[in-house]
């Protein structure tokens, strides 16, 4: 199955947005857990609280762990929060009805943007060398025999 496919099919599929959610707010608290754990990690440094592993051999130290509980907390609040959730399923809505492009249709735009760059950048160089050269030698040299 092609990726053209597998969008179209995702797109009839009708999949439910609170899906899309929950795999998202997952996602995010993944980072969040990451970053929260550094801060934390950083922070307990600055106050002389030592980051000390939890449990010996597993590497889990307890900025670890206060970054998860934070990204819980956290992730808790957005999903019991009414707007949050209502804005979380509305953006999940638009995305489910977003119809991607082919592989084909982004080859040729990307071709179109590079040939169009390289052309732009062509002209640029010219029209640079051109000024440059009017303004530093043939200006100077016509002005200096005026003169």
Known sequence: MSVT?????????????RRLVV???LVFGLILTLFLGR????LMGQI??????IVSGTGIKLADVLG??????????????????TLSMEV?????RVTWPSWEDVRVSTIAVVVASLVAAIILFGMDTLSYNLMVKWLPAVWGKLG
């Open 68 to 85: 998860f509980v934070l990204t819980a907390g956290l992730t808790g609040y957005a999903w019991t929060n009414p707007r949050i959730n």
């Open 39 to 42: 801060l934390v990690e950083l």
């Open 48 to 53: 002389g609280v030592t980051n000390t592993e």
């Open 5 to 17: 496919e597998a969008s179209q099919q995702a797109n009839r599929a009708e999949m439910d947005p």
């Open 92 to 96: 999940a809505t638009e995305l489910m």
């Open 23 to 25: 795999v998202s707010y």
